[in-house]
């Protein structure tokens, strides 16, 4: 069964201080590979998807990574404005079932 | 462009009652979602419709049932509601392709099984 770990649950920085958040995953061949950001009180807001060890893609002060057994979100000199719950979610190759962590939640203090 | 609306936004049930959750999207996509989302747990898929005509279960089906009236929208229906269904619910859309399907959601609604 597919399963996604995502650690820490919670992270506090200080504005400015650049961190990772963390990915495991196993499956049954990946499919895809995706990453989140969930405010509070909306629905999760797509953005980015990996699909092979080796690919990275970027967004402002976000950088998502893939190796074949996890991704790292990373996030550089994050502002206040970054602060939310970021999911990661798997994808088997063949199925249509898109497999959900728990998701970590990031405080950046001004 | 809306994307994904679901409604309503808030409920409260009584134990027993029945109650539809209604979903539309208008990116022309072909597979539709119902997710719930609880402390600690994470989204879990409740049913899925990966085209017009078809609905499949997913990890959490027992308690509802789901119709897909047309490519636009799909329905979750609670028959008999309890309050273990007190949940946010998440509507949501993807356009399968070889590549994966990135899967878009709605804001949510809340519900509450009194």
């Known amino acids: 069964e597919d399963q996604v770990t995502q650690s820490p649950e919670a992270l506090r920085l200080q504005e400015g201080e650049s961190s990772s958040l963390n990915c495991s995953y196993t499956?049954?061949?990946?499919?895809?590979l995706f990453w989140y950001r969930q405010d509070p009180g909306k629905g999760p807001e797509f953005l980015f998807t990996l699909y092979s060890a080796g690919e990275e893609k970027e967004k402002e002060r976000l950088k998502a990574t893939l190796t074949k057994k996890e991704s790292f979100l990373h996030i550089t000199a994050p502002k206040p404005e970054d602060s939310a719950t970021y999911l990661c979610a798997v994808q088997a190759r063949g199925y249509q079932k898109v497999t959900f962590g728990i998701g970590t939640k990031l405080q950046v203090i001004p | 462009n809306a994307g994904v609306t679901q409604t309503p936004k808030f409920q409260v049930l009584k134990t027993g009652q029945s109650m539809t959750l209604q979903c539309a999207q208008d990116m022309n996509h072909n597979s539709m979602y119902w997710y719930r989302q609880d402390p600690g747990m994470g989204l879990r898929l409740i049913y899925y419709?990966?085209?017009?005509?078809?609905?499949d279960k997913g990890e959490v089906p027992n308690g509802y049932n789901v119709s897909r009236l047309n490519k636009r929208e799909f329905s979750l229906r609670l028959e008999s509601a309890a309050p273990s269904q007190t949940s946010v619910y998440f509507c949501?859309?993807?356009?399968?392709?070889?590549?994966?399907?990135?899967?878009?959601f709605g804001e949510g609604s809340w519900l509450t099984v009194v």
């Open positions: 499956v049954s061949g990946l499919r895809g």
């Open positions: 419709s990966a085209s017009e005509g078809t609905t």
């Open positions: 949501a859309s993807s356009l399968t392709g070889r590549d994966g399907n990135t899967i878009y």
